[in-house]
């Protein structure tokens, strides 16, 4: 019978979440919120639905390890290479300005040195988990600040095995030197065990059992992977997600990853969505309506103190304000790994009530509505431009200052974007004499515009406003060389709406992007991925001799061939 009550509660969570989501869905809410929400409604401290949360939780450690063992799974290795940069220097100044934050602000409010370090650890790690969904339902896990994000909460994800192992020495219950050599010797040795794994051992098991065509014997060897290497790590004091991710990492080196992904990826749904609701579950109303004054302020202090720490990090790396503001806002919660953290210090007399109440409260809620900032995002760095101040601060001058400076202008060129492509499209408008504007968030990028003597704007080129202080109703023309996709299927739909015969053109890396574009109103779609294809067959081709006029045909095939094809 017990094993029918575990199934029941399974079936209240999975209908009850259905219901909310669906709602949600309908109000054009995220549904991970929706998630969340279910799980405050069903759990002990809501409707007293469903009551045993330890089963629940289990469930949810699943989901977590599983959901992290997809987005491991993603990144490979070679991926974190590209990104060690931003992994090492993003990363690891927001943990430590985080860290140092706010132990500084909890040495103000009288908290002892201990609780201080460990309250820094909790508030400097973000919630991995929902982050990255959210970017993935918006496809932006690729969009210059997804990488910066992406970047930041693998260093956070690593940052958490240290945290875990010098707990007891926090707790008064070790030695200090023996603690952190311990926690630098086994983060030391999991790093290279991952890296010998990843490149040695599991591709060749992978090729091995690939060969036997047998697909339930395939998906049975990646959960013995996933879950043997999150053991195995989970052994060093790190946590099963943790474990999880770099039991991903090791399968991404192999060249069966993606087929492990699809097969992986109904699972993960399930179990994630179990996640989400569990989280939803650790909020108390009670608690949050005894002490909402205190609760409310602490998030404040998280959301804005933390949004503000990953903004000013993303501005030393020199990233464009555009990238700032989104990461800032979509980092700026306390995360899952906050909360293992938590669970593992509980005991210890580290943090005490109501402190402890409180945090926990806080970061649920900040959790909750990170779907929400992910979604507000875009609209924040739209009106950036608007702010005359900052442009005043930064030296470049904002959109609506081009109503009068292109008034007269006829028949020209929008540029949006002034990277390589973009400042050689207005080269090239220069010499042909074609009036040409540009429009750019990334600061740098418009004071070089500035210096040369062009017309250009500091805007968000998505945004309906700057769209229309450019004159898009009178342009003959808009060049989108951005590097976000995202970005340039909302600007395609924006000036689209706003200016049905004006002609569209957008460049971008990959295939796959096509598409998208073309529905949402660009007359062409010039990929990257194809061109370089173009130009790579037709220099082989070349210097084979092959007649001109072949090379010709060749170049022609390649250019209409559908990625299907």
Known sequence: MHELAYLRDLVVILGFAVI???VFHRLKLPSIAGFILSGVLVGPRGLELINDVQQVEVLAEIGVALLLFGIGLELSLDKLRRLWKLILMGGLLQVGLSTVSAFAVARFWGLPFNTSVFVGFLVALSSTAIVLRGLQQRSEVDAPHGRLILGILVFQDFAVVPMMLLIPFLSGQGDFTQNVFGALLSSVAIVVGVLFAAYLIVPRLLKFVAKTRQRHLFILTI????SGTAWLITTSGATLAIGAFLAGLVVAGSEYRHQALADLISFREVFSSLFFVSVGMLLAPAVLLENLVPILFLLADILFGKA?????????????????LLSAVALAQIGEFSL????????????TEPLESNLLTAAVLSMFLTPFALAFGPRLVAGAGKIRILTRLMNVAPAEDAVDRIRTMQDYVIIGGYGFAGLEL???????????????INIENVQSAGRQGRHVFFGDITSNEVLVQL????????????NDPSAAERAV??????????????????????E???AAGANEVIAAERESAVEVASRVLHRHQVDAKQIFRQRALISNRTEDE
């Open 20 to 22: 909310i989501v669906i």
């Open 426 to 440: 207005a080269r090239a408008l220069d010499e042909c004499g074609i009036p040409n504007v540009i429009v750019d």
């Open 223 to 226: 959960f013995v992977i996933c």
């Open 516 to 518: 998208p574009l073309l």
């Open 471 to 482: 004159g898009a109703t009178r342009a003959k023309e808009l060049i989108l060389v951005i």
């Open 340 to 351: 293992v953290l938590s669970f593992a210090a509980k005991g210890s007399g580290l943090v």
């Open 308 to 324: 503000l720490i990953v903004f000013i990090a993303a501005l030393i790396i020199r990233m464009p304000l555009r990238v700032c």
């Open 493 to 514: 739909r924006t000036a689209r709406g706003l200016a049905p015969d004006l002609y569209i053109i957008v460049r971008t890396y990959y295939l796959l992007d096509i």
